[in-house]
């Protein structure tokens, strides 16, 4: 059996006389089985090439082999090219006609000439298979735009297509249809159908496809692997399009020797947190002093600090307290890490925390052994890089020092942490959007929020987003997300422990350059929830989990 399916030689076509072209000398072959992604700017020429695949639009110039027979444009090869290639248009108002769903599934295998007991049967199962039995006598004009999709797809798959395309699936559908239209996808692929699919979003193409097919200008600029045709910058830049999250990430992470560039390239974050979880770093340490009497145990709660101590209350008190219910047999000591604040306090409500050291000398004068540290930090950043430091200079003075780790280290705290917000806002319905301000670092580890709001979409999330104040992603990559999404209504909430200074001035305040401001100036009607993550049952409980696991690291 021939290996090609499908293939196109030099390729033109033109919508106007010629002036133009919209195919403009286009060479591609695609192999059996494969799923394809076509990408490019608008205009680029993906459409106008389907079209020519399933015999709508007829090249003016150039030849298409279908199993290694030219076209025939007669009425019978068309015919039979539309049994065995099929396509389902970004809009199925445009593929949509009969009265009803089951006449309209059941249109495209009759006119093939097949026996109505037997039409019946393939009806039956495509109905079954695609999930349609609730809404199958439903008129097609009164489905919600996931259900005309699933019909579309119906109308080709009932027909046993050896190709299918899908010109942008996702187009116009909420998270839950996009999600179930990917399922779909993914269960023709699993079936052997060759599947041809344009679409505009560079991370589920890196994951999905096989091979990618870069258009420009009319030709195939790059077709190869979705590793090549993403690593090609060049070729990306060309295209108007960014590069795969992942592949950011983790060109970021290498160049700063935190992952080797000798590992192989990830096409998916899940790959992508594995190698981060694989990094070596010690989290427990122990002092040269010999134990000559009674374990005495403590965890030393860090946190960055706030000086509204209505949010302190509900936010750094909350985990405190949780942590002491939780692990009754230790001592419970607080330490702030922000100079300013500390400072601050002591100077306007003579109220005086210790820092880390002055936390660490306590400890050592209260007779404890064992400390744990556990940090309130949202990530690995540039304060618990410091934080350590400052445990670590009193090492002699204690049996041992085990670190907890920060909120968002491995993957199954993400996941934790996507639950809890997800669980806090549950109401929020899908034409309205929650903007969660991070604070951003220049620390390597600010790559996590950028992964952490891909992962939201990946979950089916697409109203979710997450930006920082001082880095990656910013106020104007958010703002240029939201305005593609176009929701009625965007809800602002911060991604810190506690509701302080950042959200309440940078995040929600009257100044112009606030996000609240920025929001609105663009059309958006805005509000916003000064609420920090200390105040969700679900983050306190990830802290408590990560001093369990630090308890255990001092067990070994």
């Known amino acids: 059996m021939n290996d090609i399916i499908l293939k196109a030689e030099d390729l033109y076509f033109s919508y106007d006389d010629e002036n133009t072209h919209s195919l403009n000398g286009l060479s591609l072959s695609i192999r059996r089985g494969k799923k394809v992604a076509f ?17 709508i639009n007829r090249p003016a110039k150039g030849k298409l082999y279908l199993d290694g027979e030219p076209f025939d444009y007669s009425r019978e090869g068309l015919l039979k090219l ?18 009803s769903v089951y006449q309209e599934i059941s249109f495209g295998i009759l006119n093939l000439g097949v026996s109505e007991e037997e039409a019946k049967k393939e009806v039956e199962n495509v109905i079954d298979y695609l999930e349609i039995t609730p809404f199958r006598h439903k008129p097609t004009h009164a489905l919600s735009g996931g259900q005309k999709k699933q019909v579309s797809i119906a109308d080709i798959l009932v027909m ?25 996808v993914n269960q023709l692929t699993e079936n052997g159908i060759t599947v041809l699919m344009a679409t505009h979003d560079v991370n589920y193409a ?16 790059i077709h190869g692997s979705p590793l090549e045709v993403f690593t ?6 060309m295209t108007n399009l960014e590069q795969p999250a992942v592949l950011q990430l983790f060109e970021s992470l290498c160049k700063k020797g935190i992952l080797k560039p000798s590992l192989p390239l990830p096409r998916d974050l899940k790959t992508l947190e594995g190698y981060i979880e694989n990094i070596n770093e010690k989290t427990f340490y122990g002092g040269s002093r010999l134990m000559n009497r009674e374990t005495n145990k403590a965890i030393l709660v860090v946190s960055f600090g706030t000086s509204y101590e209505e949010t302190r209350k509900v936010t750094i008190d909350a985990i405190e307290a949780d942590i002491a219910q939780a692990f009754p047999d230790h001592k419970i000591y607080r330490a702030w890490t922000s100079k300013m604040i500390l400072a601050k306090l002591a100077k306007r409500d003579n109220l005086i925390i210790p820092n880390v050291k002055e936390a660490m000398e306590l400890m050592r004068k209260d007779g404890i052994t064992d400390v744990i540290v556990q940090p309130t930090h949202v990530i690995n950043g540039i304060e618990n890089d410091l934080m350590k430091e400052d445990a670590l200079s009193y090492q002699e003075d204690f049996h041992s020092i085990t670190f907890g780790t920060p909120l968002l280290t491995a993957e199954e705290d993400n996941l934790a942490v996507i639950q809890s917000i997800v669980d806090e806002f549950s109401a929020l319905p899908e034409d309205e959007v929650l903007v969660l301000m991070g604070h951003g670092t220049t620390h390597y580890s600010n790559a996590i929020y950028a992964a952490l709001d891909y992962q939201f979409k990946d979950h089916g999330y697409k ?14 990559s958010l703002l240029r997300m939201v305005k593609e999404y176009q929701p009625k209504k965007v809800v602002l909430a911060p991604f810190m422990i506690v509701a302080g200074d950042h959200a309440r001035n940078d995040m929600a305040s009257d100044d112009p350059d606030s996000w609240r401001c920025q929001f609105e100036k663009a059309g958006f009607a805005v509000s ?29």
């Open 39 to 55: 990408m490019g700017a608008n205009g680029s020429g993906k459409s106008t090439f389907f079209l020519c695949c399933n015999g």
């Open 82 to 99: 539309r049994s065995k290639v099929g396509i389902i248009f970004q809009d199925p108002d445009n593929q949509l006609f009969s009265a």
């Open 160 to 184: 046993h297509p050896e190709i299918i395309i899908l010109d942008e699936p996702a187009a116009a559908l909420d998270p839950r249809h996009t999600t179930m239209v990917n399922k779909i």
């Open 206 to 221: 890196l994951e999905w496809a096989d091979e990618i097919a870069l258009f420009h200008e009319g030709k195939v600029l």
């Open 232 to 237: 090609n910058h060049t070729a990306l830049a």
């Open 463 to 476: 109203n979710f987003f997450l930006g920082t104040v001082e880095a990656y992603p910013s106020m104007e």
């Open 528 to 556: 916003s929830v000064l609420k920090g993550l200390g105040e969700y049952p679900g983050i306190r409980r990830l802290f408590i989990r990560h001093v369990k696991d630090a308890i255990a690291l001092q067990t070994l």
